[in-house]
């Protein structure tokens, strides 16, 4: 099969989400001016830079208005916080990806709690193992160019306050990914988590 950049509209859940993946999920709470929370997950989400620690998520503008309340919120205040999913929060996650009408609270649609940032003013998903609170550094928009596209906005945002549950600690203080239990998306609505590693260590040069 050889498809172009014109094809993905169509294929992009079928084919193009299930190659670039897994893909972690950014679980992005933010507040708009008036004090609105908005919380939604986003797929295209990762660590871009860890010194600077830094993370990015994007999002395509919706079909009914100009902006996603999430990067209205963003662009705006210049904050987020970026919560960790794990495997027993697949189902809240999940319900706060509906397309909600403007101003639902989605903690009280998926009965999450709001604990309080220390650095932001948006509140953290204190269910979460992780919190990440993040100033926006930049807003990126990428202007459609083709058929069937959206604009897309990448939001860049340095972390500036981190947030663990001591219980992913292992004894030598590092995060305990498997234990936690990430949730990935994949292509269509399919989702995975993973129950192992393994360790490949940076060869030394010259190569022996």
Not at 57 to 63: L, R, V
Not at 98 to 111: K, N, S, W
Request: charged letters at 25%.
């Amino acid at each position: 099969m050889y498809l172009e950049p014109t094809d993905f509209a169509t294929y992009k859940n079928t084919i193009f989400n299930a190659i670039v993946a897994p893909r972690p999920i950014g679980w992005i709470s933010t507040i708009s001016d008036a004090g609105l929370v908005n919380l939604a997950p986003f797929s295209y989400y990762n660590g871009i830079s860890a010194t600077p620690p830094m993370v990015m998520f994007a999002g395509n503008a919706p079909e009914d208005r100009g902006e996603k309340d999430t990067l209205a919120n963003a662009r705006a205040s210049g904050e987020f916080v970026a919560n960790f999913v794990n495997y027993d929060l697949r189902e809240r996650m999940n319900l706060t990806s509906a397309t909600a009408p403007h101003g639902i609270d989605e903690f009280a649609l998926a009965r999450l709690t709001k604990a309080p940032s220390r650095k932001v003013k948006p509140p953290r998903v204190a269910e979460s193992p992780v919190n990440l609170e993040c100033n926006v550094v930049r807003i990126v928009d990428i202007e459609p160019t083709g058929p069937g596209e959206r604009r897309s906005s990448v939001v860049i945002g340095r972390v500036v306050a981190l947030h663990i549950d001591d219980r992913f600690l292992d004894a030598n203080g590092r995060f305990d990914t498997i234990k936690a239990r990430p949730v990935t998306r994949l292509g269509g609505y399919q989702y995975a988590t993973f129950s192992e590693t393994f360790e490949m260590r940076r060869p030394s040069w010259p190569l022996e």
